[in-house]
C-alpha cells in the first residue's frame, strides 16, 4: 500500500481534485440556474408586475378612469422598476387626452426610463404628433444628450415625418450628429424613409452629413433606393464624396442596379442651371434665414422653386 502511494503520490490528489471540479461545476450551474430564474422574473416584473393602477389607464386611455385616479390622490410621477411612468405609456399609446391630464396634475416631461427613453421619444416612435406637441409646449427637452436614445433619430427611421417637423419647429438640431447613428438625414436614408428625407432637406439639413465619411447619398446608392438618390442630388449632394472605403456613390450601388445607372447618367449630365442656380441662393441665404424666403419680393413659381415645393 504504501510502496503504491509512493510510487504515484499524485493519485489520491488527482481523484480529489476530480470530484472537487466536478462539484464546483455543479455548484455553479445550479447557480446558474437559479439566477436565471431571478433575472427571468425581475425582468418580467420590471415590465408589468409593478405598473400602477395610473399605468394601466394610460395604457389603455381610459381618461375617466385616469382622472378618478389622480382625484383619488394616485401619484402622477409614479415608475415603475425600469422607471416608466404613466406618461411614457400615455404617449406610446397616442393617448393625448391621457398626456394633457397626467401633465396637468404635475407629470415630469423630461422624465427618463433607466434607457435613457423620454415620453417624448416614446411620441415619436409612434408618429404622435399630438402628444409631441403636448409635451413641448409643457416644456419637454426637444433634443436628447448624444449617449441616449434620439428622438429625431426615432422618428426619421420610423418615418414620422410629421413629429420630424414638430420636433424641429421646437428648436431640435436637423443635423444632429450621433457618432453610431449619423445624422437624422443619414438614419431617414438607411431606413428608406423618403418623407422623411424631403422634411430634413427641407428644413435645411445638410445634404453632405451622414455618419463618419458615409454620406447620406452613400446609404440610398446602397440601398438602391433610387428615389432618394434623386431627391438628394437635387439638394445638391455631392456626388463624387468617397467614403471611408475611398468609393463614390455609384460604386457602393449595388452592381447593375437601378440606381447605379442612374447615377453613371447623372454623372455624365451637365446640371440644369436653373438647379445650379437654386443651390447658390440657398447656399447663399443659409438655413436659418431659409422662413424669410416667403417673404422675398419673387414671384410665386419662384418663392416655390427655391423651397422644393
Ligand atoms: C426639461 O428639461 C429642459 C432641459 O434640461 C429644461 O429646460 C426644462 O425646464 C425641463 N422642463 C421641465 C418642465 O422640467
Redesign the pocket.
Known amino acids: 500500500r504504501g510502496g503504491n502511494m509512493t510510487a504515484n503520490p499524485f493519485a489520491l490528489l488527482h481523484y480529489s481534485n476530480v470530484y472537487l471540479t466536478v462539484n464546483i461545476s455543479l455548484t455553479i450551474l445550479l447557480a446558474l440556474i437559479l439566477v436565471k430564474d431571478t433575472v427571468t422574473f425581475v425582468f418580467a416584473a420590471g415590465s408589468w408586475a409593478d405598473r400602477s393602477p395610473l399605468h394601466d389607464a394610460a395604457c389603455q386611455g381610459r381618461l375617466l378612469a385616469l382622472r378618478n385616479l389622480i382625484l383619488q390622490g394616485h401619484n402622477v410621477n409614479v415608475v415603475t422598476i425600469d422607471h416608466v411612468s404613466p406618461l411614457h405609456v400615455a404617449c406610446l399609446g397616442d393617448h393625448v387626452a391621457c398626456a394633457r391630464a397626467l401633465i396637468a396634475a404635475g407629470a ?3 422624465v427618463t426610463t433607466i434607457d435613457g427613453v423620454t415620453p417624448l421619444f416614446n411620441a415619436c416612435s409612434v408618429g404622435s404628433v399630438s402628444c409631441a406637441e403636448v409635451l413641448l409646449e ?4 426637444p433634443q436628447a444628450l448624444v449617449f441616449q436614445p434620439s428622438p429625431i433619430h426615432q422618428a426619421s427611421s420610423k418615418g414620422n415625418s410629421g413629429c420630424v417637423e414638430t420636433l424641429i419647429r421646437w428648436g431640435a438640431d436637423v443635423d444632429f450628429d450621433i457618432p453610431h447613428l449619423g445624422t437624422p438625414l443619414y438614419t431617414a436614408c438607411v431606413s428608406q424613409e423618403i418623407e422623411c428625407v424631403q422634411r430634413l432637406l427641407r428644413e435645411g439639413a445638410n445634404v453632405q452629413k451622414g455618419r463618419y465619411m458615409e454620406s447620406p447619398l452613400h446609404a440610398a446608392a446602397e440601398k438602391d433606393c433610387t428615389a432618394i438618390v434623386k431627391l438628394l442630388l437635387d439638394f445638391g449632394a455631392d456626388i463624387h464624396a468617397r467614403n471611408i472605403e475611398f468609393q463614390r456613390p455609384v460604386e457602393a450601388a449595388p452592381p447593375s442596379s437601378l440606381t447605379e445607372g442612374f447615377l453613371l447618367v447623372y454623372e455624365a449630365t451637365p446640371q440644369p442651371l436653373s438647379q445650379l442656380c437654386r443651390q447658390r441662393i440657398r447656399d447663399r441665404v443659409g438655413r436659418d434665414r431659409f422662413h424669410l424666403i416667403n417673404h422675398l419680393p419673387l414671384p410665386n413659381p419662384l418663392r416655390n422653386y427655391l423651397q422644393y415645393r
Open positions: 415630469n416631461v423630461n409643457n416644456g419637454a427637452k
